[in-house]
């Protein structure tokens, strides 16, 4: 169980990492456009700085792997919410963000959902292997809708004229609802019997549903989210992604993998309720930036 424990704050940190290196690197390429997906991935694949970022979120993948075959979905979905710590620190450290009060104020409520979920876990939860396809489909295509639709809403109303610039929660719910599904996948894959050598591991991954819709969800997930990172701040572009995919994938993914709560009171109070604070500072965010104040005239003008 504590060998699920420290992968998940592993790949905490590498995406953590990757997201700010890749954020750092947009900031030097032309703007990218989710109606150009074409154009943006080969514009993001001759940046080597950006390519740096991919590699410690694919890393972050990897270690994502290990913690869904130790420990139960909702569990795991809670530990990698604390990556929002790590995160708003590099993005002010390192990209030079400013964070908002709340933002700050944020801080220890995630880290108390975090030990709320680690004080959860108990050595006898079961951690589900198998789902039925119908009702991984079921959940997953809508989910995807939905994400896509919502991004073509936010993106066509950042574009009009004389509106408040948006803060990116609207682009981090949209790509948080792909995350998810790709966290369900990343669930599906990792629960496969591969005891039986490459070629049969191989079978069953290919006739499972869980490489098509890792497929659908790196390709759209890309273009969607480096467009939207490039144009708001990281510091909340990803928590609330996080916050999102978070909470999509601990529910129905609990839901569809048959894996159940804690059958004690308290263990089971505690999960519930660390889910509910990290969902509760998803809401307390601020949905725009606030402008900043403008130069003083000079007193001859």
């Not at 995350?179 to 599906?188: H, I």
């Not at 990281?234 to 839901?255: K, Q, R, Y």
Request: aromatic share 6%.
């Amino acid at each position: 169980m504590w060998w699920g424990v420290a992968a998940a704050l592993l790949a905490n940190a590498l995406y953590s990492v990757g997201f700010v290196l890749q954020k750092r690197a947009l900031g030097r390429l032309p703007e990218l456009s989710a109606a150009r997906p074409l154009r943006t991935v080969l514009t993001l694949a001759a940046s080597p700085a950006w390519l740096a970022g991919s590699l410690a979120l694919a890393a972050g993948f990897g270690a994502q792997l290990a913690v869904y075959r130790t420990l139960p979905i909702a569990a795991a979905q809670g530990i990698f919410v604390s990556g929002l710590v790590l995160l708003l620190l590099l993005s002010s450290a390192v990209l030079g963000e400013r964070t908002s009060g709340r933002e700050r104020n944020a801080l220890p409520a995630v880290l108390a959902a975090l030990v709320m979920v680690v004080a959860s876990l108990r050595d006898g939860d079961g951690v589900g292997r198998t789902a039925p396809w119908p009702t991984v489909l079921l959940v997953c295509l809508p989910a995807l809708a939905a994400g896509i639709w919502l991004y073509g809403r936010v993106d066509q109303r950042a574009r009009r004229p004389h509106r408040m610039p948006t803060s990116g929660i609207g682009y981090g719910v949209a790509v948080g609802l792909l995350y998810g599904v790709s966290s369900l996948a990343v669930k599906g894959a990792s629960s496969l019997p591969y005891g039986d050598g490459p070629v049969a591991a191989a079978r069953a991954l290919a006739a499972s549903p869980y490489p098509y819709l890792l497929l659908c969800t790196a390709a759209a997930g890309l273009v969607m989210s480096q467009a939207a990172l490039q144009r708001c701040r990281a510091s909340l572009i990803v928590p609330v992604c996080t916050t999102v995919s978070c909470v999509f994938a601990a529910v129905l993914g609990t839901f569809a993998f048959g894996e159940s709560l804690p059958a004690e009171p308290l263990p089971l109070a505690l999960r519930l309720a660390g889910t509910a604070l990290a969902l509760g500072v998803l809401l307390a965010l601020p949905r725009h930036d606030v402008p900043a104040p403008a130069a003083p005239l000079h007193p001859h003008t």
